[in-house]
């Protein structure tokens, strides 16, 4: 089989297999910004309304929430700025279950890349994530002006919102890097995690707000707020709409509880690193 | 990539072995594994490559060929960094650019613009080259009309056309080619040719998997063939044509058939044929324009006066090819008694075109004609060459061509 003569040891650059984030920066960033701009396109200019439509779906569920619950169901009431409340909500939460739902099967729906090129396979879910936020960072713009029309006033605290974003897209990002890795060898992560975001919208404070749980449950309300996208929903709802709500920390207990969902973020975050970077070797022969 | 890559190949491959576990029953679901926890699901092991070696330096055109599972795409995929190996090692030195298929990213919805765009980064420039290069691009392509036409507008032969000028523009050192000839009319495969040509003349090294034979010899230096995962042999496009035409045709059979049908009363057997090449060694395959010799052994269970042997070569759908018998030697040849032996042989220059050939050899008695034995394709060769006439024979000739007291002339012959 040595019909060439080749010395041994100097044989230059190994040639890695597939792996989840590849050595080259610069590539990632390129790979996972066109995706998400071509994915983002082709939602924006695929129908006649185009964002419109990305718009008006949660729009259209905040309509009839409102509707519901200022008129027929009493979680409206004494809230202040309910309805920008409502719609901040579901604008982070649709983020949410938009980014999470679309990475499960993100990487058997890109199947012909991930055969075909070598690049990181952390592009894929990265990309997913990536489309979804720029959905949400246009829906906020929406949020803004709907605030400010209906009386909120900019104040200081506004600038705690890149952190609240930053904190969702470590979470957001954990948990597509878990879902689409699982998703390669066991199909029914889908229904479940269908299952599970239809039960995380209702365990968030949504379309209620945190002290509604504190008078009727007093004792769920430290649990509640171990979620997350509670602490992330409650600490929006305190520093962009009304300072006299109850803060995050405020509602869990005092600061260092927060120490447990932050900890969920981190954990979800590093075992979905940890689980996509054990899988992305194989991923292609997967398939 | 660095400039120190003096002596270093631009591609190692050591000892790369790689194998597929594919689930026996597909058990997909958590519900399954949940009802059955302890059910071992098995797992068919499929080596696809076994502890392959070679070496591809700088500026070589390299093939790798073999047959459908033979592993070489595989080859191709773990080079390009899309399969981990199991064993084993490669090293890449340059940088590499792989194409599996044209248009990897191409999506419908978009116009050819974006869509460059996308393959370009895909393929590894930078989302600044790739827009500084789709001039060039479009141009090759010869579609500057349709840049703002969506892709699934596009004829197929455009889309193709606008693939590959894409591919060509990635400014890598290594290339990794998996048969993206195969698609494409004559005249777009004549374009990939000259566009081979320049990256030839340029020295980047190119490595080319693929069961096209011509093409093979058309442009590697020199190729490997695999065979179920192993190495089969590396050397000259040549040798490696005829090798696979082998492997291809060959190996199954080269004896008798089963169930054969036999004509004759039998009074004589025909208990063996076969065919050598020029040192007189057995065969199961010959190379195209060589010498050759067909043999038959008959054994004689009765006395014969002056029996007839003959053969018959057809090709594998039955079409007579070539038929010879002793008439050319004379009507006398001799008397047998019973337990005479005698070896009947037609040498010839191999001239049949790449394909199996059969032959069928009979013995018949002077006179009434009637068959002592007839044995239909009892035996076969596979003549082995890289060129593809069309024909069934492939006779050495001369073609000249006169125009104008220009002459152009050339002996078309496959040694």
Redesign the interface.
């Known amino acids: 089989m040595s019909a060439d003569p080749v010395e041994l040891g100097a044989f230059g650059r190994p040639m890695r297999g597939p792996s989840a984030l590849g050595g080259d920066w610069r590539r990632f960033l390129h790979l996972a910004w066109t995706l998400a701009v071509t994915d983002f396109k082709l939602r924006f200019f695929g129908s006649v309304l185009g964002y419109l439509w990305q718009l008006l779906r949660p729009l259209m569920l905040f309509g009839v929430l409102l509707l519901v619950f200022t008129e027929f169901l009493p979680l409206a009431k004494d809230v202040r700025h309910y309805d920008v409340t409502l719609l901040e909500g579901i604008v982070i939460f649709t983020f949410f279950a938009d980014a999470t739902l679309g990475s499960v099967s993100s990487l058997v729906d890109r199947e012909n890349l991930v055969r075909k090129i070598h690049f990181p396979r952390m592009v894929v879910p990265v990309a997913v994530v990536l489309t979804a936020y720029f959905n949400f960072m246009l829906n906020l713009l929406v949020v803004i002006v709907f605030a400010l029309s209906t009386g909120v006033e900019p104040r200081l605290s506004w600038l705690e919102v890149p952190l609240l974003l930053g904190m969702l897209g470590v979470f957001v990002l954990g948990v597509a890097m878990l879902l689409s890795s699982l998703y390669v060898r066991f199909r029914d992560v889908r229904p479940i995690w269908e299952v599970v975001a239809q039960a995380l919208f209702y365990a968030s404070p949504v379309i209620y707000v945190i002290e509604r749980i504190h008078q009727s449950h007093p004792s769920w309300e430290k649990f509640v707020m171990c979620n997350p996208l509670a602490v992330i929903l409650t600490q929006a709802r305190h520093a962009v709409i009304d300072p006299h709500a109850p803060s995050a920390a405020y509602a869990i207990g005092g600061a260092a509880r927060l120490a447990i969902p932050i900890g969920i973020v981190v954990v979800s975050f590093v075992l979905g690193f940890w689980l996509f970077n054990r899988e992305a070797p194989r991923i292609a022969e997967q398939l | 990539m660095s400039g120190s890559?003096d002596?270093?190949?631009a591609v190692?491959v050591?000892g790369v072995s790689k194998t597929?576990s594919i689930p026996r029953e597909q058990v997909?679901?958590?519900?399954e594994?949940a009802l059955h926890p302890f059910r071992r699901s098995g797992h068919d092991r499929l080596e696809a490559l076994r502890?392959v070696?070679?070496?591809v330096p700088h500026g070589e055109f390299f093939g790798i060929v073999g047959r459908n599972g033979s592993g070489k795409s595989t080859l191709l995929?773990?080079?390009?960094?899309?399969?981990?190996?199991d064993a084993g090692?490669?090293?890449?030195?340059g940088r590499?650019s792989?194409f599996?298929?044209l248009g990897?990213?191409f999506?419908p919805?978009?116009a050819a613009r974006?869509n460059v765009?996308?393959n370009a980064?895909?393929?590894?420039l930078?989302?600044r080259d790739a827009r500084e290069r789709f001039e060039r691009v479009i141009e090759f392509a010869e579609l500057q009309e349709f840049v703002d036409l969506k892709l699934k507008n596009y004829s197929s032969g455009m889309h193709v056309r606008l693939a590959f000028s894409v591919m060509i523009q990635v400014d890598a050192d290594i290339l990794l080619i998996d048969e993206v000839l195969a698609v494409g009319d004559a005249a777009f495969q004549q374009k990939c040719f000259d566009v081979f040509h320049r990256m030839k003349e340029e020295k980047r090294t190119i490595l080319f998997v693929t069961h096209d034979m011509g093409s093979v010899r058309r442009f590697c230096d020199r190729a490997v063939l695999l065979e179920r995962g192993e190495?089969q042999m590396?050397?000259k496009p040549v040798e490696i044509a005829d090798n696979y035409m082998e492997i291809n045709f060959g190996r199954e059979t080269g004896g008798q058939a089963d169930g054969e049908k036999r004509y004759g009363d039998r009074s004589a057997e025909i208990v063996d044929a076969w065919f050598e090449d020029e040192r007189g060694e057995r065969q199961t395959a010959l190379p195209q324009g060589r010498a050759c010799t067909f043999r038959s052994r008959v054994v004689f269970k009765e006395r014969a006066e002056h029996p007839a042997f003959a053969v018959l070569f057809e090709s594998e759908a039955g079409h007579p090819l070539f038929a010879t018998s002793t008439d050319w030697v004379g009507n006398e040849t001799g008397l047998y008694e019973p337990g005479d032996e005698a070896v009947f042989s037609v040498s010839f220059e191999n001239d049949f075109a790449p394909a199996r050939m059969f032959a069928s050899p009979w013995v018949v008695r002077r006179g009434s004609k009637d068959l002592i034995d007839r044995r239909p394709r009892m035996v076969s060769i596979v003549v082995t060459g890289s060129h593809m006439s069309g024909g069934l024979v492939d006779l050495p000739h001369d073609v000249s061509l006169e125009r104008a007291g220009e002459t152009l002339t050339a002996r078309a012959s496959s040694v």
């Open positions: 890559t002596g270093v190949p190692v050591d597929f997909h679901t958590l519900k594994r502890n070696s070679f070496a995929k773990c080079m390009a960094g899309i399969y981990g190996v090692a490669i090293y890449v030195n590499v792989t599996i298929e990897v990213g999506n919805d978009l974006d765009a996308l980064i895909m393929l590894g930078s989302p190495l590396i050397g």
